[in-house]
């Protein structure tokens, strides 16, 4: 076959057979088939090493889950409670009492009062958390940076107003500064010039709020936040997730044309408790290490593909390997009774195919991150743990990254209804009522029982009598029966008896009613907090009712302190973190603090109402107006709008606009010589301690008239007195004292 191979074609002899065809040596052949298994060698053996490299990190996020999985449903208990107050909330009885049940006869009915209490509860946080008043905000520090111009101008204008008297003293005009004097001043000046620090930081939170919620509401937190709010009173605890960072699709019209476009926004979700594990033991929540699980579809797996920091030679072994029939490694004694609950398919069928993973957050040692591959920038010892964030499909990490907040703080935020000292799993309604609710259950059933035997006669039919023409089972009116005639003992027993059961309804009706309203106590949620009548006693009258609804909102006030101080406060840090590694606006500073609502707006609003309307009554008197001024009538006047839907910042003018007024006022005053009015030097725009007049421009002028007087006599400058150019502070000015 030599001579076929030359000029990579056939000679010029060769057969039909060959022409067309290109014929190589069995020298080519060996080298090319030599080559072909070299390259399936290499990626056998970067397949192995690949499979090596990740069976550490691999295999401790699986011992970590085995390990949170064991404890949660045999140590700890607490995933039959889930069950539990999952079929409470469904008004369903565990298998075990359904099948006693039946094997007694009767009723199945099942009162519904978990579910009661769980809405009424629900309800109420609802209108704390996503009502017209937002239950968080964002407050200036205790004590903000002065710019240092500020404190230069300061230390001018002290210096200069020394010189000033100093000078005075030598002409003999006056007495030298005393340094007690010079140090008051100085701290005059200073407090001034914080207070004018704190409204313009103020001022600047106020924009922020708007900025922060304007992302909390693109990222699905209130949506989020209200589904988390509906397994709080349910569940032995809540959890919500976020911010995490999402490729969200959105539609822009670009000349009338739709144009889809892939934007990163961070995002909120609840998480079930169901598909959450903790590492046992732990205290706080923060200290513990959080296994997620979570599952997703081929498509969203190829979504993967194209995007940074996914490993996609694992991305396609898993969709080579499970893309077809799903994987459902990752499953729990609970998924079967929960997806018959939740009306899903049960995972371990998985005929939809999904793929189930973990995601993985928390220390980690640096030498397995080594060997996954980060370099010695990242991971520079290896002895020491590191916060990471891994997602594990099958053996198959996914992806790997360190944490990205800089609190070094897992994104989970967990809380329940009542809290448990020790431990972050608290208790639920179905917790802390489940022995009433089973008792209420029973005198249900048993009235049901009772109510259906005794709605008629029993009747007593006497075979021997029956002369068997007739069916003695049916009854019905005007039915004729056909008797023998035989006695016993010389006595003649009737065919037929009648007799009537006895009702028990009313005694069965008052145990039922009794141990509801047991259960209201108990649970501190009253049914008059969920709309139903009080009753009799002190809830007859509107001042009454108030005041009962004032009692049971204290423990309304309790969770919602659990939510502000585990949920809200630590999101909201979180959240800020990331903004303030992202945004380059200069929205934030980092010295916000964020401020809780939530127990402030579960107390009674139409108190605070009340309220604020009486202190503006009580202050719309002359004497009070010259205290509080137009700025603080103003400050209350927006508060009193917002509180019934209207929009202060509209009604009320601004600060700006009322110092416009004031300017204004002052200057027609001037003009039109009103008597006992004294023209001044002109007014700086912006001036009176807001947030543009916080730092004196430059020393004043020097004083003019008489000599000065005694610096002691002159009082301090007033918190809200701008610090603009004005006559000597030290120097008595015209027409003051």
Request: with cysteine; aromatic share 6%.
């Amino acid at each position: 076959m030599a001579d076929l191979t030359m000029a990579g074609g056939p000679a010029a002899g060769a057969p039909p057979l060959y022409r067309g065809l290109r014929v190589v040596s069995n020298d080519q052949l060996d080298a090319v088939q030599q080559a072909e298994n070299e390259a399936r060698r290499r990626a056998e053996d970067e397949m192995r090493a690949n499979q090596q490299q990740y069976v550490g990190l691999a295999g401790y996020i699986r011992t970590q889950w085995n390990m949170m999985v064991r404890h949660r449903n045999t140590i700890a208990g607490w995933s039959d409670r889930l069950l539990q107050a999952f079929r409470a909330f469904n008004g369903q009885y565990d298998p075990q009492k359904l099948a006693e049940i039946r094997r007694f006869g009767g009723s199945e009915v099942y009162c519904r009062l978990i579910a009661a209490k769980c809405r009424g509860a629900s309800s109420l946080l609802r209108d704390v958390y996503l009502g017209a008043d937002r239950p968080w905000g964002l407050g200036p520090p205790d004590d903000p940076d002065i710019p240092q111009e500020v404190l230069d101008n300061v230390q001018a204008l002290i210096k200069t107003e020394v010189m000033t008297l100093m000078q005075a003293a030598e002409q003999g005009l006056g007495q030298p500064p005393q340094p007690a004097v010079v140090k008051e001043r100085a701290f005059s000046l200073l407090e001034a010039a914080r207070t004018a620090a704190k409204k313009k930081a103020t001022k600047q939170c106020r924009i922020a709020e708007d900025k922060v919620d304007e992302i909390l509401s693109e990222g699905g937190f209130y949506k989020a936040l209200a589904e988390f709010l509906t397994d709080i009173p349910l569940f032995p605890l809540a959890c919500i997730k976020g911010p995490t960072v999402r490729m969200v699709g959105e539609i822009q019209w670009i000349d009338k044309k739709p144009v889809q476009r892939f934007i990163p926004k961070l995002w909120w979700e609840r998480l079930s408790p169901f598909d959450v594990w903790m590492t046992p033991g732990v205290a706080d929540i923060e200290d513990a290490q959080i296994v997620e699980r979570f599952r997703i579809t081929r498509a969203d797996l190829n979504d993967l593909l194209d995007l940074p920091g996914y490993n996609k030679d694992n991305i396609r072994y898993i969709l080579e390997f499970y893309g077809m029939q799903g994987l459902t490694d990752d499953w729990d004694t609970t998924d079967a009774s929960r997806a018959v609950m939740e009306s899903r398919e049960n995972p371990v069928m998985n005929e939809s195919h999904m793929l189930t993973g973990l995601m993985f957050t928390g220390n980690v040692q640096g030498r397995m991150l080594r060997e996954y591959g980060f370099g010695p920038d990242e991971i520079p010892d290896e002895l020491r743990d590191y916060s990471v964030q891994a997602w594990l499909i099958g053996n198959y990490l996914i992806k790997v990254q360190l944490n990205p907040s800089p609190r070094r703080r897992h994104n989970y935020y967990i809380t329940s209804w009542e809290k448990v000292p020790g431990t972050p799993i608290g208790n639920g309604l179905p917790d802390i009522i489940s022995d009433l609710q089973e008792v209420m259950n029973a005198t249900l059933r048993s009235l049901v029982n009772n109510m259906s035997i005794a709605s008629g006669p029993q009747v007593v039919v006497n075979d021997d009598r029956m002369s068997g023409q007739e069916n003695s089972d049916e009854l019905y009116p005007w039915k004729r029966w056909h008797a023998l005639n035989p006695t016993v003992s010389g006595v003649q027993e009737p065919p037929v008896t009648f007799f009537q059961p006895q009702m028990n309804a009313q005694e069965l009706l008052g145990v039922f009613n009794a141990f509801y309203g047991l259960s209201d106590d108990i649970s501190a949620i009253p049914k008059y907090l969920s709309g139903n009548s009080p009753g009799g006693g002190a809830g007859r009258t509107a001042s009454g009712l108030a005041m009962l609804m004032g009692n049971a909102s204290k423990l309304l006030q309790t969770v919602c302190a659990n939510i502000d101080r585990d949920v809200m406060v630590p999101n909201l840090q979180n959240t800020l973190d990331m903004i303030l590694l992202t945004d380059t606006t200069g929205l934030l500073n980092g010295q916000e603090q964020v401020v809780p609502k939530g127990v402030n707006v579960a107390m009674q609003k139409e108190t605070m109402r009340a309220r604020q309307l009486e202190f503006l009554q009580i202050t719309g008197n002359p004497i009070d107006l010259s205290i509080i001024g137009p700025k603080g009538r103003a400050a209350v006047l927006r508060s009193v709008s917002q509180t019934i839907g209207l929009d202060g910042e509209e009604i009320v003018p601004t600060e700006e606009a009322l110092d416009a007024q004031q300017d204004q006022a002052q200057a027609q005053a001037a003009a039109q010589g009103v008597p006992g009015h004294v023209q001044g030097p002109p007014q700086p725009a912006g001036g009176r301690g807001g947030a543009g007049g916080s730092a004196p421009p430059g020393p004043p002028s020097a004083p003019q008239g008489g000599p000065p007087a005694n610096p002691q006599a002159n009082p301090a400058p007033a918190a809200n007195e701008d610090m603009g150019p004005r006559t000597n502070l030290f120097v008595r000015r015209p027409g003051v004292g």
